[in-house]
């Protein structure tokens, strides 16, 4: 494989469009309403039509809008970036009578049984697609889609035209952030991993994304897994590692599913293995499938996980980036990091660093769910205001109701109030409220939500979580859970109250790994926006 | 000054604290000298006086009566100390709270290991219906001061109310803490 | 060999470079308190008893993990870091069954030490009265849950120093406990030499010698280091 | 045959199962494409429950000889993952999803209506063995919260009426 | 209308009861019962303990004769390993037995009897206490307090600590005396042996006054049960059960205690915690027939010891022992003598040992047979101060407890508890304004048979002397209260 041959596959890829294309949207959302009877249906209903010369079907990524799944998408033009028709929640019944629209020459005219999306409102219009950009256009199943929108391209790039510190550097220009949380820099992790000298290195994709309420990185998986490998093997070459890991969750099968066969597919065309491109560059990826165990997002507890090993996590120092998988120099970045690299390689780190906020670059993808009207998967520049994303995308809260607040975060994250919607979002911005960027969930709360029951909710999720290792965070949220379930049950007195805040103060500074420092966190953030919900269970007559 | 009210009140345990503090033996003459024992097991006193300054509390809550008990006991008292391992930690007595609750321990005395008349004592206003736990006393009302130990000895039952007896409060550490 | 010289607790000390916090203090004279760790096997940090302050950090570091560095400023023993270690001497208590008047250990455990230490006269959290069971199959030993505190020490030695790993843990969370192999009564397991190093090393009452009465089992760590050092080092 | 015999009877050159059960021949084969690697201990434990339902003792040990693992590691990974059972399961899963969006949408009912309807805990088997009930920590589904699965089919937007009617079919079985 | 009269809590005795009197439309006593209001249930959550741990464990049953537990628990743990106990083990056992039985005699007397016995039945109730006559008569109280500490003291030197030692062990037991602890004990024999005989002179000078109490105090016939020696002596460690009647006959002799459950049944009633032990051959006296009364009831403790043994073997105890049958009238049917016969015990403990402390074994080494388990099965039993004291336990393969049956003393004294406030009550009560010293003497009444509580419900008063006003049919009519 050589670049001409590559581009050649995308050449014929894009040759073989046929005029009008049918998406159906085929990632776990909608799948689970029935997307893949629609799938069919509308393939037997095109072939029915005699229409097979002229209208391509094809599964295709998250279109993002997953409260209206299934969806379907048609696009009369060849172009990917402009497609004219959204039908909602399509029924398997429904397939005749959008074939039919197409063979009346008038597919805008919508028959009343179906329900077509506005795709000029602001939940799509406000989106900035980067990691996004192939969702719910290519064929994730497709290596050759993939080619088709420039894919590996960047990975070429690389490996003929920049030394690995050049790689380094433009990330390290990009201002490209961790995307699993934490916001470390991704350009200084590479650099260290690089400068470490040893015999082996790794690689791994962190996809455990465990913190409830997210489904950003699942479905980056089932749209557009390429785009990780191709992230991962630049990273590699830019480290100087051969093997690399992407560590999925057991929960997400289709996503595993759809690796295997993206891994399978690069593997013959010499994407992946040995002598990529025909270089000197050798670079493996293994799938490892979790168990259940959300402590195992946590990258020392991954590795553990890896080595086949109780998910157990380790003290840091000595960091994964000295000291990893079996001991080795390891860079683990989560699934969104690496769907960033191949767009900053193929357009530079100047663009990337041209959106976002000074401190925090690019785009974040949010899963945004609870009580909205969209629910579904965004994609906006660092800096959009949580008004702008909860009231004008989301579409505020339905039924009437106001929002109260959003959790982000997840179990590691907070509560923001509705009073401080007009905050950027950025990595600094949300961590001053007393709450963290996370991996992305983002959960609208209405005011029947009441911030206690919030607060047990997670706690009873990370006690449940916790492995056990260290003390304060076994028994911290163990007990933190039951202070919470008292004070819940309007049995709790101030002496309650200060055990709880001192409690949670000793489990975020003494525990060993960020589930337990960060346990806490829902009951701090709750505490500290919504304390008169608290007062006035204590003070209950 | 008025002389000290002092109390001694036995809860869910075995008595070995009172026995212990009966182990102060003539030391028990310069306590005598010193305060007015108002209420204890030792004496006739059916119902526990108002203004108590100090009181020493054996045992664990383990049923109705004591729940009753320690709520009046704490109402009406200064400073209480929580006296030995069962009160301070439930300690043996709370031994029965992994079983779940009360009924497993009523079912294999009263009825397994009965031979006639099995059932369950209940009478009621005579015999406390058990608590399905056992706890600490400072779980159900604010305690001053904490004399662990099964029993505390003697001598360190001494050392909590020496300072008492001048107005100070006891500071107690190392082996004199030590549970057991 | 580098030596290092770093301040514990406003006091000038020197260490080799490979040394930990936890080493360079003990050399110094300065008690640090530990329950996870045990002189000749590897460390875990996860007991969190040994968590000091390092200047310019806001991060508490364990010391039995922490690598020595030049111009470290540690202090072991602020009002802080003591507070943390009541309470988690405390959770400890809470969390098992533990109970000291008529435990095996009673006199000759580093939880009752370390509450003493912690000035611990009574835990302020719930007792959580697990229902937990005792294993006598072992002929010369027994294993009660109810006193374990899940330090892992009887893993370690079993596996570092022994060699047979006749220990795990199994489970997670509040859920987790030690096992031997398939989680089989002991004296059924193929794989325990009855060393007895394990119960040399447990901290507390949950691993002892079979026939102990109350407060009669006392644990020897000195065999442990003994042992260490003559299979790790080969001196005797 | 009891453990003690099992170690024994597998201590030969041999580590073929004795039972010449199908399923141990195609767990031996997904050993072998690992190369016995100790570290692909956990999908190999994968295999064998989706091969036998569940991951009894006898099975553990002959990983743990196959991999040549401490059994009690074995056993210690096997109980440390959520996923893994180690007792069998009734014939129907429902799985409900406790993530935080389905939670802000309900899930404690519909939790609620499973455990009314078939008596069980989530964790437990129904006593016919029909169903198993288990709670999800998020499915990422949340698109489409509050959402269940069942028999392996995630269903969204449930109510605890829907879900009833669903159960009725799986418990109403044997009546 | 009938009438409930709750005296709640029995003070001075050792644990937590109430009794209740009940009045006929008359004011006349119809019945009074004794309650025992402490359960913790050591029997249940023994059960998966290990064998080693229960002396250590049951000990906390009581903290008044740990002692007690300590070594019938031991011994149940020697018949389980199946062993035979080095002989300086038993010697040690027996020494610390004894100093129980001081220290538990001396408290029962001195600090909770001796003040209606000195002070009087019906004095302020304030001072009618070991405090009030630590005033009034500080040599006597002085002497008592220091008589305890003897038996505590040794104890001590024993076991390592007064209360809740863990030292003797299924086998044997873990310490032997020191030469400084034998020097201690050794010389302060003389002053306790002269306290425990003063004691017996004032008591003695008592019964001239008490003599209504010793009528009527639990007062009536009765088996008597207890260990005694093959010979017939008086037993406090091991040996034989006796079963003797009210005439001196003895009833049964030489039973092996491990058959307990042969000849003695537990009862259980709706109003007490407190289970009702009888002699099964006779059968359980019920309450509703009233030719059976007498039948299975028997009283256990210094009362019997002293009733069913030909002598105690030694010199001083032995003359005490005369004067007692004589002042008793042979086979001594009155509870009120139980105070007598725990001073003579006293002395006779005192003067055993005097006996044994120069015996080169108590310093012997040699304590402890080690074995594992080669019974599944045990009785221990052992001579508490109250009475004769079982544990019963049943091991698996490796000795952890499976069954675990307590028969304690006290218990066994339960049906002769509540005779005894039902005649006290009926001689001294009449009508519903009843003077405080009255129901007092329905307190001493129990206090004589020196109830231990703790022990007895493997468990553990307070509030008001409260009087209740019954309908006929039960209901609460009303209810006063009595400071």
Known sequence: MDLSEL??????????????????????????????????????????????????????????????????????????????????????????????????????????????????????????????????????????????????????????????????????????????????????????????????????????????????????????????????????????????????????PLAISRLQIAIRQAQRLKLLGSQVFDSPFDFRIDIRIGAGAYVCGEETALMASIEGKRGVPSPRPPYPAERGLWGFPTLINNVETFANIAPIIRHGADWFASIGTEKSKGTKVFALAGKIRNTGLIEVPMGTSLRQIVEEMGGGVPDGGSAKAVQTGGPSGGCIPASAFDTPVDYESLTQLGSMMGSGGMIVMDQTTSMVDVAHYFMEFCRDESCGKCIPCRVGTMQLHQLLTKIREGQATDVDMELLKELCDMVKHTSLCGLGQSAPNPVLSTLRHFEDEYRTLIDKP | MARIKFATVWLGGCSGCHMSFLDLDEWLFDLAAQVDFVYSPFMDVKEYP???DIVLVEGAIANEDHLDMIRKVRARSRLLISFGDCAVTGNVTALRNSLGSAEPVLQRCYIEAADLHAQIPTEPGIVPPLLDRVTPVHTVVPVDVYLPGCPPPADRIRAALEPLLTGNMPHLEGQQIKFG | MAVKTLTIDDRLVSAREEETVLDAAREAGIHIPTLCYLEGVSEVGACRLCLVEVAGSSKLQPACVTKVAEGMEIQTNTDRLQNYRRIIVEMLFAEGNHVCSVCVANGNCELQDLAIEMGMDHVRLEYQFPDRQVDLSHDRFGMDHNRCVLCTRCVRVCDELEGVHTWDMAGRGSQSHVITDLNQPWGTSQTCTSCGKCVEACPTGAIFHQGSSVGEMVHDRARIEFIATARQKQQW | MTTRQQIRSTKGVSLKHPSGDKRFQILDATMKRHQYQQDALIEILHKAQELFGYLENDLLLYVAHSLKLPPSRVYGVATFYHLFSLAPKGIHRCVVCTGTACYVKGAAALLAAVEQSAQIHAGETTADNQLSLSIARCLGACGIAPAVVFDGTVCGHQTPELVGDRLKEYLGKEQ | ????????????????????????????????????????????????????????????????????????????????????????????????????????????????????????????????????????????????????????????????????????????????????????????????????????????????????????????????????????????????????????????????????????????????????????????????????????????????????????????????????????????????????????????????????????????THLRADAGINQRSGVGVSEAPRGTLFHHYQVDENGLMQKVNLVIATGQNNLAMNRTVAQIARHFIHGSDIPEGMLNRVEAGIRAFDPCLSCSTHAAGQMPLHVQLVGADGTLLNETWRD
Not at chain 1, 62 to 69: D, F, P, S, T, Y
Not at chain 5, 31 to 45: I, L, M, Q, S
Not at chain 5, 92 to 108: D, E, G, K, T, V
């Open chain 1, 7 to 252: 581009l050649e596959i995308a050449e014929q890829e894009r040759q073989s469009q046929k005029a009008l294309q049918i998406r159906c949207c085929v990632a776990a959302g909608c799948l689970s309403s029935n997307a893949l009877a629609v799938k069919t249906g509308l393939e037997q209903a095109v072939t029915e039509a005699g229409l097979t010369d002229t209208v391509q079907v094809s599964g295709v990524g998250c279109m993002r809008l997953c409260c209206q799944g299934p969806l379907v998408q048609i696009d009369t033009s060849a172009e990917l970036e402009h497609s004219e028709i959204l039908y909602e929640k399509v029924a398997p019944d429904q397939v005749s009578a959008i074939v039919a629209t197409l063979q009346s020459q008038t597919p805008a005219n919508t028959p009343t049984t179906l329900q077509q999306g506005d795709l000029t409102q602001p939940f799509f219009t406000q989106q900035r697609t980067i990691v996004l950009e192939n969702s719910g256009k290519i064929d994730p199943e497709r290596i050759e889609a993939y080619i088709a929108a420039e894919g590996y391209q960047a990975l070429y790039h690389t490996l003929y035209e920049m030394k690995p510190t050049d790689v380094i550097n433009a990330i390290t220009h990009s201002g490209l952030r961790g995307r699993g949380g934490g916001g470390y820099p991704t350009g200084l992790k590479w650099a260290t991993v690089a400068k470490a000298t040893a015999e082996r290195k790794y690689v791994i994709c962190n996809a455990d994304e465990g913190d409830p309420g997210a489904f950003m990185d699942r479905s980056v998986l089932e749209s557009d897994p390429h785009r990780v490998l191709e992230g991962m093997a630049i990273a590699a070459y830019a480290i100087g590692s051969t093997q690399g890991y992407i560590y999925v969750r057991a929960e997400y």
């Open chain 5, 1 to 364: 209308m009938s009438q409930r009269i709750v005296i709640d809590p029995v003070t001075r005795i050792e644990g937590h009861a109430k009794i209740t009197i009940y009045l006929d439309d008359v004011g006349q006593v119809t019945d009074a019962r004794f309650h025992v209001t402490e359960f913790r249930g050591f029997e249940k959550f023994c059960e998966g303990r290990p064998l080693w741990e229960m002396p250590g464990i049951t000990a906390r049953i009581c903290g008044i004769c740990p002692v007690s537990h300590l070594l019938a628990s031991a011994k149940a743990g020697d018949r389980i390993l199946a062993v035979t106990i080095p002989p300086a083990a038993v010697k040690l056992r027996r020494l610390m037995n004894l100093a129980q039985i001081i220290q538990s005699h001396a408290l029962s007397f001195f600090h909770l009897s001796a003040p209606d016995l000195l002070l009087g039945m019906e004095s302020d109730p304030q001072t009618r206490n070991i405090f009030g006559l630590m005033a009034a008569n500080p040599d006597l109280a002085r002497g008592g307090i220091r008589l305890r500490q003897f038996g505590q003291e040794i104890i001590e030197q024993l076991g390592g600590r007064k209360i809740h030692p863990a030292w003797a062990v299924p086998g044997g037991v873990r310490e032997p005396l020191s030469e400084e602890g034998r020097t201690h004990i050794r010389d302060r024999i003389p002053e306790v042996r002269t306290t425990a005989l003063n004691a017996l002179e004032q008591f003695k000078q008592l019964l001239q006054t008490h003599e209504r109490e010793a009528q009527t105090f639990g007062n009536f016939p009765s088996l008597f049960m207890g260990l005694v020696t093959p010979d017939g002596l008086w037993e406090h460690y091991d040996g034989y059960l006796r079963f003797v009647d009210s005439a001196g006959n003895i009833v049964a002799d030489r039973l092996d205690p491990a058959r307990y459950q042969e000849f003695i049944g537990e009862a259980v009633e709706s109003d007490s915690y407190l289970k009702s032990p009888y002699y099964r051959p006779l059968g359980y006296p019920d309450q509703n027939d009233h030719c059976r009364l007498d039948s299975g009831i028997y009283r256990v403790g210094p009362l019997a010891r002293l009733n069913i043994c030909t002598q105690i073997g030694t010199p001083l105890a032995d003359q005490e022992l005369r004067e007692f049958r004589d002042r008793g009238h042979g086979t001594v049917t009155s509870s009120f003598f139980y105070h007598y016969a725990r001073l003579i015990e006293i002395l006779g403990a005192i003067e055993k040992i005097e006996q044994t402390i120069d015996d080169p074994d108590l310093l012997s």
């Open chain 2, 50 to 52: 108002e203004g108590v």
